[in-house]
T-cell receptor
């Protein structure tokens, strides 16, 4: 019962490098989300997707890109890493928007440091 | 827009103490309300939820009641354990049913001392 799987768990990048954070879910959920969590700031939504081929910006999308070619996978791309992107990144999925109580299911996170 | 305000932490209690973590929200109608818990090094897990006014969500000894009149969803537990040490997040659904879904509070760090 894997749920939401994120890789890698930890990564250190140099300024200007690029990388892709992987996220996969095996619950056949249409809705997927990427958040960043900074100390004392809660979760901020970066991008979300309502299904394969459809993505949209959240609250803090600058510096990131996403794609959704399959229902299962929702990778997050950092093109030119900056120190401000040092954070913990969480991927989540859901079978609904939450309006009727559908919860989001979270992965264990990717801890990213930009030096 | 929607917002969630929860008490600042850290909250430090002794084992077997009574716990209350306050959560209030701002919304134009009747959102669904959630409490999530995050243990060290892990992602968020759903703790409990309520989808309409006066509903009580409960799980693992924790309870919260959806209070429309005070726009609150306070988390309570009668006797906390060391294993309850974690960060707790209050959240609400987007009223319009938009896919950007949940609005989270900033989290409350709970520390239970033996």
């Amino acid at each position: 019962n894997a749920g939401v799987t994120q890789t890698p768990k930890f990564r250190i990048l140099k300024i200007g490098q690029s990388m892709t954070l992987q996220c996969a879910q095996d619950m056949n959920h249409n809705y997927m989300y990427w958040y960043r969590q900074d100390p004392g700031m809660g979760l901020k939504l970066i991008y979300y997707s309502v299904g394969a081929g459809i993505t949209d910006k959240g609250e803090v999308p600058n510096g990131y890109n996403v794609s959704r070619s399959t229902t299962e996978d929702f990778p997050l791309r950092l093109e030119l890493a900056a120190p401000s992107q040092t954070s913990v990144y969480f991927c989540a999925s859901s079978d609904g928007t939450g309006k009727f109580g559908q919860p989001q299911h979270f992965g264990d996170g990717t801890r990213l440091s930009i030096l | 827009g929607d917002s969630v305000t929860q008490m600042e932490g850290p909250v430090t209690l002794s084992e077997e103490a009574f716990l209350t973590i306050n959560c209030t929200y701002t919304a134009t109608g009747y959102p669904s309300l959630f409490w999530y818990v995050q243990y060290p090094g892990e992602g968020l897990q759903l703790l409990l939820k309520a989808t309409k006014a006066d509903d009580k969500g409960s799980n693992k000894g924790f309870e919260a009641t959806y209070r429309k009149e005070t726009t609150s969803f306070h988390l309570e537990k009668g006797s906390v354990q060391v294993s309850d040490s974690a960060v707790y997040f209050c959240a609400l659904s987007d009223l319009g049913g938009g896919a950007d879904g949940l609005t989270f509070g900033k989290g409350t760090h709970l520390i239970i001392q033996p």
